[in-house]
Every structure is written in C-alpha cells, then in structure tokens.
C-alpha cells in the first residue's frame, strides 16, 4: 500500500485528531512528525498526515469539511 501526504499541520495534536476522523471512516493514515528524524524540533514542530494513495480524492473530500485552507496573506 503506497502512502501520500495529504495534509500538514501545526501540531502533531492537530494531526492525531484529523487522523482520529478518518478512523470513522475506516481510512487508515500515518502520522509522521516533520522534525527530519528529530533533528529539527525546535525549528519544525508540525506533524503530516499520509492516507493510501486510492484513498487521496475521498480524504480531499472529507479534509475540505474540517480543514480550512489559510487565508491570503496569512503566510
């Protein structure tokens, strides 16, 4: 089963919780901290959510509903 990134998110927290919603729906997903193998914590403290890759139109779908994309100007 090949894994894509789908998301990224502030806080490993934030990921945990979007991944807790797929679980509803049955869609397995990774959780990967983005810390370059705990190198760079204190610079990169976000986490990324990866689903299947035959998963990524469903999960776009879904992460429409819950993740609101940054406003322009918001970096």
């Known amino acids: 089963m090949d894994f894509v990134k789908i998301a990224s998110f502030n806080t490993r927290l934030e990921a945990e ?3 807790n919603a797929l679980d509803q729906y049955g869609i397995p997903h990774i959780v ?3 810390d370059a193998g705990g190198m760079l914590v ?3 403290p976000g986490a ?3 689903v299947p ?3 990524v ?3 776009s779908k879904l992460l429409d509903c819950i993740v609101q ?3 322009p100007g918001d970096g």
Do not use: A, H, Q
């Open 32 to 34: 990967k901290n983005e």
């Open 17 to 19: 919780t979007v991944g």
């Open 57 to 59: 139109k469903i999960v």
């Open 69 to 71: 994309p940054p406003e």
């Open 42 to 44: 204190s610079i990169m």
């Open 48 to 50: 990324s959510l990866w």
């Open 53 to 55: 890759s035959d998963k």
